[in-house]
């Protein structure tokens, strides 16, 4: 089992459409929880960052942290040609060893 | 305030040749990450240091890669020999400390023919 599994996609939605990003993680100690955008041939930028458990919003992204379930994801209101990118999803272990884990990253279309 | 430093951008080698990428962290950052991301991959961490100290290194590749970070601002990542299987680009990170966000270079894309 991967440390932090995605599903790698491509994931196509309908512009103005919600999208889903989903990530699963193995191990239950993890304490901080990262969303990266990653366009094609650059590096990874920071989208949101959760540490608790329940939703977070800023715009029109709102991440949602489920620790019991070992389950974070990632949902894109009103989505946009622009936000069509590679979506990292990052563990962080913490408790010591604050090693981040990355998936390989969902592939996202949004289709005009 | 600058970004996180990487160069060469670009860099085509032969295999057994070596090669050396430099990364210059935002400042402040007490922490420096580099990792390797391999097309169609997330990036995999290679090391880690906190100041000029190595916190990780578990994932590095210590017969051909090493890497340093004297006086705990620059860093250098080598690579000798390459292989084939190098290819990949190579990300320089920093935050402020362990736990903290990671804020990425640009990166230096590798080919080895």
Redesign the interface.
Known sequence: QKE?EQN?GPLSVPEGAIASLNCTYSDRVS??F?WYRQYSG?????IM?IYSNGDKEDGRFTAQLNKASQYVSLLIRDSQPSDSATY?CAV?K?RG?????????TRLKVLA | EAGVAQSPRYKIIEKRQSVAFWCNPISGHATL?W?QQIL??????LI?FQNNGV??DSQLPKDRFSAERLKGVDSTLKIQPAKLEDSAVY?CASSLG??N???????TRLSVL
């Not at chain 2, 966000?101 to 990166?107: H, L, P, S, V």
């Open positions: 932090v790698s304490q901080s990262f650059k590096s990874p930028e920071l960052s990292l962080n913490g060893t604050y090693k981040y884990i990355f998936g390989t990253g | 990450y990792y169609g991959q997330g990036p995999k961490l880690q916190v990780d990300l362990s736990g966000i990671q804020y990425f270079g640009a990166g």
